[in-house]
């Protein structure tokens, strides 16, 4: 028998949709479904619904009044510890450390964030003394909180940059700064809860320097929450090489680890589509996760449970057979679907494909795409960001998942060209996704199957825009060089252009509005060389 993961962790309500009702319906859901530990907080960087993000966003410092809305704050988290205990769940609350000043624009302005990593540095007494008793507070004032999980970089929280300006981190290895924090506040955890764990996520670190701190961390009620890899939560590389050396690691030391996932229809790679029909793809993060040993699993962009989901269905049928073959769970995902089960089963299959071929691992910025792009784009050289944050991770280790991690001025062709050839594959088979779902929604009546069909032809509409915007690129360059070299224009390479202009037409008008699409293809069947030497530079 396969052991069962011990801590099966979700979320009520997800960034893009907030519902916290924390009432039977969606705790008996949850209930149902497996899980037996719940977040109660989104905790979240963009504070959706104002969501709790730090201690201080639910108490004050004692000998302080909190503000009204830290206190409405903190009767929301206290309601929602009392529900979840009545489900029999166990709890936990997730908040940053050290907190900053606005950390999200701090960021892109050096001297400030040196200033502040600086006035609210981890070396200092009191600002440990400060994070005591707060958690002291917590234990006392909402006994139903278990556990806590603390960031230390993100959720409003950063730590000095020893290569800066910080006066007291220059210099100085983070892993000889952090480690005391953690073990004073694990120990007032402790004091206060026999029995129950700080978990920390080494979020925005470097592989070597937590290797660096292992030797240096608790060793009771102290356990990992670490994000499926060094880079990132993500649906398609749920372990790599870090992952499984931290595994290692910590089983040396005794240390608990639980992984971080995707397990529902919307995530922060999908965002803000909420019904992606990928359910193999979870059951692979969960084998993933079952095989090298995590203590447990948890969801990291949140649920809605009551909610018709098969990739969520999915992560309760593992849960509660954790012996189970992927075809017998996909069986088990599709049996709601009576008279259109081989079709569901055809679309979520090609939809994993979909899922796996897909550029992920391009850049972080990949997962922003449906928020960020449309079936439109401009007419210079196809390009995109891989800058996200200035910190220790993201300048070192997580290079070895993701191909950009700062600004390039100009990506190189063959960059172009691979994102082309992926994302142009990832469409072909979400379109078959999309079509063998139509084919259901003929024969089954169930509300979830035209939302799949809507959010596939969205995100379809996306791959689209990216698809024809490089391939166009790299038609258009190629074309330049025949005619630097003085050579005739292949009319093969005449007629790829015109039929990504054709196809980017019809995407475009298929969203709405397709003329400048219109008006650039018959430009280039004008004058294909002109055309050329003006666009996509």
Known sequence: MTQEFQYRIALVGTPDFPDMRYDDSQLSALRDLGFNTIQLNIAWGARPADEPLNLEDILA?????????????????????????KYGFRTLFHFGAPRMDILYRTLADPAELDRQTCLYSVQREEVIQKYEDLLRQLAAKIPEVDDILMYTFDQEAWVGDEFGNDELAQGVPLSHRLPPFLQR???????????STLWWEPWEISAGQIYDMLDQLPRENFGFMLHCNIAEVQMTNPVDRWFRNMLLLCRERDIPVIGEIFMTGGNEEVSPLCHVAAPAVVYHELKEMQRVGVCGVKEYFGTLPDTDDPNLRMAGVFFNQPDITLEEALQKVAAPYEGA???????????????????????????????QHTAWHGYNRFWFSGEVAPSPSWRSTRRSVFAMTTDEPELHLWLIEDIYLRIKHAARYLEKAAVCFEAAAQKCSAGVIPLIIADAKRFLSVMHDLEYHAGETLAAYDIRKKLECGREIPQQLLDRMDALL???????????????AYTKLQEFRRDPSAFARANFL
């Open 61 to 85: 410092p004692t000998g302080e009044e909190p503000s009204k809305r830290v206190q409405e704050r903190f009767e929301a988290i206290a309601y929602r510890a009392r529900q979840a205990k």
């Open 341 to 371: 089960e081989a079709e569901m089963l055809d679309g979520f299959e090609a939809y994993a494909l979909s899922m796996d071929v897909f550029p992920w691992d391009l850049s972080w910025k990949m997962r922003a795409i449906v928020t």
């Open 185 to 195: 506040l694990s120990r007032c955890w402790k004091e206060q809860r026999p029995g």
């Open 502 to 516: 054709t196809a980017d037409m019809k995407n475009q008008t298929e969203n709405g509005d397709g003329e400048t």
